[in-house]
């Protein structure tokens, strides 16, 4: 190897004056096999180093060049060639994670993003209804609600809405084919059914121990051919389920609002987690027909409408003129 000779003042000024105050912030990507010399000359360019030709030689005569990891890094115009290389090294990658809770809808995630700057809401909103990514992913729905695996997401920069929702529902997806089709088939669930009453337990559940018995209620109603009459679906798609519904809710007509539905809603109310989808699938032995909160995360369940009516006035301290159903 021909190493250049530079004069050492000017070697010594590139080593501790970075070219900077730290105010210009670029992420910059290392993909496998790219040359360090290339890599350089990106970062001479977006102004973060002040020379690639030293900051190359720099990293061979520390022997980094050929330990680099690839990943995508950030970088500021005030870090010294030392700590750009040492992060490199170590695979101190950027990350940008992002977590998609339990139960959230498309609406709450497309909030959550945009209040991160990560994607604007409509933008994400309308990658959720896109019908081409639908129709590859296998999903016969107006969107990809309950389709969305939550979890933790490193949103890598230059990903696309649709690169992010795609990713989401092959996660959703890869679960679902691993795990659940083949008993969901053996019990003639269909797939869209199933998220949809898994989306509404994990709504209306706080406490996992009664997820399964949330799932006993909404499933022994349909048997019976009552209305589900779940305070959520009321709110999806109009405002934020808070745990409070107002009678002007209930009277809302929607085609989720199973107030007024005598059926499931078209489609899931949110993105459902294992836990509830499991439990939809392993309903607890229960006769109840109704549950109500006792304002402390848990619920009291009833198997007939009077004892629910007393559970109303006794925890909501209200007539038993309202909601009858499950919440």
Do not use: W
Request: aromatic share 8%; hydrophobic share 40%; proline share 7%.
């Amino acid at each position: 190897m021909i190493v250049t000779l530079v004069p050492i003042t000017r070697f010594s000024r590139f080593l501790l004056f970075p070219p900077g105050n730290g105010k210009r912030v670029e992420i910059v990507e290392l993909g496998k096999g790219r040359p360090l010399k290339a890599l350089a000359a990106d970062l001479e360019a977006r102004r973060v180093l002040s020379s690639a030709r030293l900051f190359t030689l720099y990293a061979r005569l520390k022997g980094g060049d050929a330990k680099l990891k690839a990943g995508y890094y950030q970088f500021d115009d005030g870090m010294r060639p030392g700590q750009i290389l040492a992060k490199m090294i170590s695979g101190d990658i950027y990350q940008r994670i992002f977590a998609l809770p339990e139960g959230y809808s498309s609406y709450q995630v497309a909030e959550m993003l945009e209040k991160r700057g990560i994607f604007g809401r409509d933008k994400f909103l309308a990658a959720c209804h896109d019908q081409a990514l639908l129709k590859e992913m296998g999903i016969d729905a107006a969107s990809a609600e309950g389709y969305l695996f939550p979890g933790s997401y490193n949103i890598l920069p230059g990903q696309t809405e649709l690169e992010v929702v795609r990713g989401m529902v092959q996660r959703q997806k890869a679960y679902l084919k691993e795990s659940v089709d083949g008993r969901a088939r053996a019990r003639g669930v269909p797939v869209q059914k199933l998220l949809t009453l898994a989306s509404m337990v994990e709504k209306e559940a706080v406490l996992p121990a009664e997820k399964p018995v949330i799932a006993a209620v909404f499933q022994n109603r349909l048997q019976l051919g009552m209305r589900l009459q779940s305070d959520p679906t009321a709110l999806y798609g109009v405002r934020a389920f808070a745990g409070k519904v107002r009678r002007e809710d209930i009277l809302k007509p929607t085609p989720y609002n199973t107030y007024l539905i005598p059926a499931l809603p078209p489609g899931p109310i949110g993105n459902p987690g294992k836990d509830a989808i499991e439990a939809v699938l392993n309903p607890a032995a229960v006769p109840y027909l109704y549950f109500v909160g006792r304002g402390d995360g848990s619920h009291q369940f009833s198997k007939d409408l009077a004892s629910h009516n007393e559970a109303v006035r006794k925890y909501l301290k209200a007539p038993a003129t309202a909601p009858q159903g499950g919440s």
